[in-house]
Structure formats: structure tokens, C-alpha cells
């Protein structure tokens, strides 16, 4: 039996979400203090290679600032929920944290989110 049903406008993701805040905040540095606007184009396309290729498709990039010591602290966790997060990258600048961002892999991924799920008892 054949069937005439066809599917639209499906697209699956197979890679981690970024969350809606670290992409803003890293359009207001490349639009702002860095003024180099056209680099937020480059930073949106790893973003959709970030979604379609990098996997763990049930984690979210999550952006944090905070303070530590008397300066900033520019962190970058993989969030799932019944988790607690894991701790992608920290740096002291977000410039700084955005390259470490570019050329995350797989594999450092796949190596921290392992590592995080045994220490917690998941695997």
C-alpha cells in the first residue's frame, strides 16, 4: 500500500541548542566593543553548524557571567534537565570564551558531558 502523505517543513536537529542569551550577548560585543559586525555572521553559521552536527540533541548551551576574585568570568555550560550542568568552557574575557566557542568538537564535547554523566551517577 502506498501512501500520498508527504511531510513539509520538517527538519530535524541533531546537535546541541544554543541558548538565546549567549547569541545575544555575542552580537552586542561584535556590534559594540569590538565593532567588527560582519563576525557575527561567522559566529551565527557555527551556531547552526553547533545545532545540525555536534550532537546531544537534549542539551541547551547555557551563557554565564559572573565575578570571581575582582574581575568577570565568562562561562559556558551544557544543561539538560534532571542534570546538573557541565562546564563547557570558562574564561576571563568573552572574547576569549566566543574562539573557544568557534572551535569546540565533538569529541571535547562528547569527553565533558561523559565525564559529568558518570560523576553524577547517570551512566
Not at 55 to 61: A, K, Q, R, S, T
Not at 99 to 104: A, G, T, V
Amino acid at each position: 500500500m502506498q501512501s500520498n502523505l508527504t511531510v513539509t517543513g520538517y527538519n530535524p536537529a541533531f546537535g546541541i541548542k544554543t541558548n538565546k542569551d549567549f547569541i545575544k550577548a555575542v552580537h552586542n560585543y561584535y556590534s559594540g566593543v569590538e565593532y567588527r559586525p560582519w563576525r557575527a555572521k561567522i559566529f551565527d553559521k557555527r551556531v547552526i553548524e553547533a545545532d545540525e552536527k555536534l550532537g546531544y540533541d537534549d542539551f541547551e548551551l547555557v551563557y554565564k557571567m559572573g565575578r570571581f576574585n575582582s574581575g568577570n568570568t565568562h562561562s559556558l555550560y551544557a544543561v539538560k534537565e534532571g542534570m546538573e550542568p557541565v562546564l563547557i568552557a570558562q574564561k576571563d574575557q568573552l572574547r576569549k570564551l566566543i574562539e573557544k566557542f568557534r572551535y569546540l568538537n565533538k569529541h571535547e564535547l562528547y569527553t565533558k558531558i561523559h565525564k559529568a554523566q558518570v560523576e553524577q551517577g547517570l551512566k
